[in-house]
């Protein structure tokens, strides 16, 4: 159990709740004809793809940047610096984790087969994003909103009605600058180091209020493509009420960014942003599982 504790940890295992609750919420909707159910082998091969994948990207995130986590008093602890994990190890983990995912996709349909490559380069791409771009957050967004697109297609492979890849594509950017939003947030911790370091972000970039503006702009356009999804799917009462809660989430989570002290950003980034996207599969789940059905007759 130790070691599993530490390998978790390594790969910030439980950080999968925010790529998750998206794409189970679009294979929901891809499945809504049988109520949201895939089926028990697609909805295990689902849950499979995205553990490899994130898990892949965070290994692959962890080997490139050890250096610089050596050099961050925030993360020179991390198991790569401190020595707790081999490099070999890490590397042993980021391949197998990602033949996992091109396994799960074989295992899914012919298009998710033939797309894994691509998405495992993307996912692990924005890892190198900061020594040459300020949108690395944006490359970070797309990374996480490759997950529910891979979800839907896994569902419906190349039966998927240009309706749906609407649907999905309005989802998947509202997935985009949900991302932008929080991870701008996350960044303020190490804005003096990245700066020193010649790092890149919008932090950087542009300056913490400037930054922080954005994050919020974001987040707001995230939340009206979030509306239109729902209008989209015609959902009902249930989907309001939880467009409502995930608006305040997000508002919350400014105002710590911008009153409280960089200590209170762990809980704006994990506690809300998790809350953010349960709350979605919750309120998705309830209006495909009972089609609608919650309205005054």
């Known amino acids: 159990m130790s070691a599993l504790q530490k390998w978790g940890a390594f790969v910030r ?4 709740i925010f790529a998750l609750p998206f794409a189970l919420a679009a294979m929901l909707v891809a499945a809504r004809d049988n109520r949201g159910w895939p089926g ?9 793809a995205m553990v490899c994948a994130r898990t892949c990207a965070m290994a692959f995130n962890r080997i490139v940047d050890r250096k610089y986590d050596a050099l961050n008093p925030r993360t020179k602890n991390r198991h790569l610096p401190a020595g707790q994990i081999s490099l070999a190890s890490a590397i042993i983990l980021c391949v197998l984790s990602g033949a996992g995912l091109v396994v799960a996709s074989w295992g899914l349909n012919a298009i998710c087969f033939y797309c894994s490559p691509v998405a495992l380069v993307l996912v692990c791409f924005y890892s190198l994003t900061k020594r040459f771009t300020d949108y690395t957050h944006v490359f970070l967004g797309i990374a996480l909103a490759l997950a529910p697109i891979g979800a839907w297609l896994a569902v419906k ?13 309005i989802l998947a950017f509202a997935v985009v600058l949900w991302l932008v939003g929080f991870d701008i947030i996350y960044a303020l ?4 180091f990245d700066k020193s370091q010649g790092l890149h972000s919008l932090v950087v970039a542009w300056g913490p ?4 503006a954005a994050a919020f702009l974001a987040h707001m356009i995230m939340c009206g493509l979030l509306l239109v999804f729902g209008l989209l799917c015609r ?7 939880g467009w409502l809660i995930i608006l305040g989430c997000l508002g919350l989570e400014h105002w710590i960014a911008r009153r409280r002290s960089l200590n209170w950003i762990n809980i704006a980034f994990f506690r809300l942003n998790a809350l953010v996207g349960m709350v979605f599969l919750i309120v998705v789940a309830a209006e495909v599982i009972f089609m609608g059905g919650f309205k005054l007759h």
């Open 13 to 16: 295992f439980s950080h999968t």
């Open 40 to 48: 028990g082998k697609t909805f295990g091969l689902i849950l499979f």
């Open 157 to 169: 492979g190349t039966q998927v009605s240009s309706w749906e890849v609407v649907q999905m594509t």
């Open 189 to 192: 911790q190490d804005y003096e």
């Open 209 to 212: 209020k400037n930054a922080l």
């Open 235 to 241: 959902f009902r009462i249930a989907y309001l009420i």
